[in-house]
């Protein structure tokens, strides 16, 4: 490639120099699949694919960096400078024993490679050059009418993928979309084998529906077609609580807080056995469980500093306002109290919210404590009451110890 198309700075320059290359070469090269349907939303697309006539050996050839990822289904990825462009070969496919991936898979053509896919808004082909669609699916119709449809036979496309039913459901969840009734009575007959995906690629499903804004629907639409009982069995009855909360969100909270929102009503050790089935990352399913313990702190009455300053400290502090505020009644004494204590957090400088002990352990036992839990218990006191502004000196610090001390010996 030229120095010029390995300098190409966005994903799309970069897709289009790949096309170009490829139609140089004699070759078919089409951007394909969700990267259509976003270009023509006016949205600006995570990425590129590009579908080609190309087979894989023929992509290595032209292209002197190449990834072989997926060879055997005609997948090959051509670096770019930084980025990464999928190149596939136009395929069909046949035969899905594990319910995932084609037993069968033939080299083919544009129009049998779009009727493989999973719905008509992401089936669609466009010219790199000019933006000419070319849709064989009638996914440009459906998506004028907002509507994710099942390419040819729902049911047969599920068979295909079990995934594609709650993928069903996020795409209409976070386009704003109809779900195509056809397609959701598939996924009410088909939902029982969801259980047959691996609880990774449920919960990657699953995460993006509740970091989007329509949360919410997405929710409703995938308790409307059985897929909550499938996956969250234990929540069918705390539904409609779910899913006003849910609702109830900013638009900005992410899926750690929409995640505590949905699994608010259940026991810790259950919160903790949900997140473990679905695979859910240690990181997130700890956060979920400190926004569920910590979800009423802030409206239970008036925080003193260091208390206030602690729950402020932590990672989860944006994610403790935006659930506190979802969980506490509109008017009363808990409306205030939250009201109050965000007011007053709103006040405290950054560099006052968890500032450097005034002393360590070796200071503390340099007084004459011996190494053990009074050391903790006093660092403890002394931490809360630097927090409270009550000791603002290692000096102060010092003589405070030297009291705690005494109340200990004494």
Known sequence: MSARRD?????????????????????????????????????????????????????????????????????????????????????????????????????????????????????????????????????????????????????????????????????????????????????????????????????????????????????????????????????????????DRLAALPDSADEVAALACQLMDLPTVDVHAACRALTIDNDRRTGTAWLIEHARDLSGGPLSLAPLKKLMAGPHWTRLAQVAAVVTPAQGPAADALAANLARAAEIPPDQVAPPPLLDGRDVMGLGVAAGPAVGAILATLYDEQLEGHLASRDAAVARARELIAMRSG
């Open 7 to 243: 300098r190409a700075t966005t994903e799309r320059e970069a897709a289009e120099e790949v096309a170009a290359r490829l139609v140089e070469a004699g070759h078919e090269a089409l951007f394909a699949g969700g990267c259509v349907r976003d270009l023509l939303m006016g949205r600006s697309p995570s990425d590129f694919d590009i579908a080609t006539d190309a087979r894989p050996d023929r992509v290595c050839e032209l292209f002197r960096r190449t990834l072989r990822v997926g060879a055997q289904f005609g997948v090959v990825i051509v670096l770019v400078g930084r980025r990464q462009i999928e190149v596939a070969t136009f395929r069909s496919e046949a035969d899905y024993s594990d319910g995932r991936h084609p037993d069968r898979v033939e080299f083919s053509d544009a129009r049998a490679d779009a009727l493989r896919r999973d719905f008509t808004i992401n089936g669609m082909f466009m010219q790199p050059a000019d933006g000419e669609v070319i849709d064989y699916v009638g996914g440009r119709a459906d998506l004028d009418a907002r509507i994710v449809r099942a390419i040819g036979s729902a049911a047969d496309r599920f068979a295909e993928d079990r995934l594609r039913m709650l993928r069903a459901v996020r795409f209409a969840s976070v386009l704003d979309f109809a779900l195509d009734e056809a397609t959701a009575d598939a996924i009410r007959t088909h939902v029982g084998r969801i259980g047959n995906v691996s609880s990774e690629r449920i919960w990657q499903e699953w995460r993006k529906l509740l970091a989007d804004r329509h949360r919410a629907r997405g929710w409703e639409l995938a308790e409307r077609t059985g897929l909550v009982a499938a996956i969250w069995p234990g929540l069918i009855p705390l539904a409609g609580p779910i899913s």
